[in-house]
């Protein structure tokens, strides 16, 4: 398949919100297979937004199957596991894919700041194991990070590329390493934030004040370089001169976090996590995120073109 130029068939593996959004996405021009536990609560969660898309004036997926068996009587090209399971159980789904298809199939995974290198340890075949990081929802959002190392067949990671603009409407990147970019740019704000609240800096509620209303209103037109670029350097040399000894190292971050995972306050999914929310207000936040992205597309197709230039010029 790699070479080719035709829509790959795709099994995606996956119980989560983010595993729906990625079928409809690749199912606009590509035979997608959900395989799923979870195949009731995914079938209701597609059809609310296969919905959403038509009164959007997107057009319904063309061909999509949600199952919770092995689809073993169907060629696969594109295998994508969701960053939801475990290092073990991810290992066995690759050791299981590469017994049950192709030796041509392309392995995928979400890394969650997971090296690839160790789950390219678990297969036969680990010139075909990438890394790719989407983010959710999906099918409205321009991201698709491709990770590649020293092992990788190139023509493979290029595939991806190909694929991400030309079937699935994204503005991808390869990043050639272990680690994807998105990730370790995350993980240092996060340690930031962490620390400043934890040290009485600032609540958790004026954090993200300062950032949705400072980034949040630059960062889907411009990136961190070009609003360098558009500001002036030479400001940022000084903030950073000034702040650079002032930046949190501290190691103990995911300590927070994992308490608050032992204290069952995984966010909205049981309605506390760094705020409290209800049954109503988790299902308004959830409707508005999926509104707010339809927006922040058109207006990004709008001022940066990216399904014709792919955001390298302006």
């Not at 999509?64 to 073993?72: A, E, K, R, S």
């Amino acid at each position: 398949m790699v070479g080719e130029t035709s829509p790959p068939r795709i099994l995606i593996i996956g119980n989560s919100k983010m595993s729906c959004s990625l079928a409809l996405c690749m199912a606009g021009s590509s035979h997608v297979t959900l395989f799923t536990r979870e195949v009731g609560t995914n079938e209701n969660q597609l059809q609310l937004l296969e919905e959403e898309m038509l009164a959007n004036g997107w057009r319904s997926p063309e061909s999509l199957t949600v199952t919770d068996q092995w689809p073993d009587d169907i060629a696969i090209d594109l295998v994508y596991i969701a960053g939801e399971f475990g290092p073990d159980q991810t290992g066995e789904y690759i050791e299981n894919i590469e017994s049950r298809f192709g030796e041509n199939t392309i392995i995928t995974l979400e890394t969650m700041g997971r090296s690839i290198s160790k789950f390219q340890a678990r297969g036969k075949r680990p010139e075909r194991i990438l890394g790719l990081n989407w983010c959710e929802p999906v099918h409205t959002t321009y991201f698709m990070e491709i990770i590649a190392n020293h092992d990788t067949e190139r023509k493979i990671a290029e595939q991806l590329l190909t694929w991400g603009k030309d079937y699935w409407k994204k503005d991808p990147y390869l990043i050639d390493g272990d680690l994807g970019v998105r990730d370790r740019m995350f993980g240092a704000l996060l340690r930031e934030a962490l620390f400043l609240s934890k040290e009485g800096y600032s609540s958790p509620a004026d954090i993200d004040r300062a950032c949705r209303n400072d980034a949040g209103s630059y960062l889907p037109f411009a990136g961190n370089f070009r609003y360098m670029d558009l500001m002036g350097t030479y400001l940022y040399g000084q903030v950073m001169e000034k702040l650079n000894g002032e930046l949190s190292v501290d190691n103990s971050s995911a300590n927070l976090l994992q308490e608050m995972v032992s204290a069952n306050q995984n966010g909205m999914s049981t309605l506390k996590g760094f705020y409290d929310y209800d049954e109503t207000s988790v299902k308004n936040m959830d409707r508005k995120m999926r509104e707010w992205s339809y927006e922040v597309r058109k207006l990004m197709k709008k001022y940066n073109t990216p399904e014709k230039n792919h955001m390298g010029s302006y």
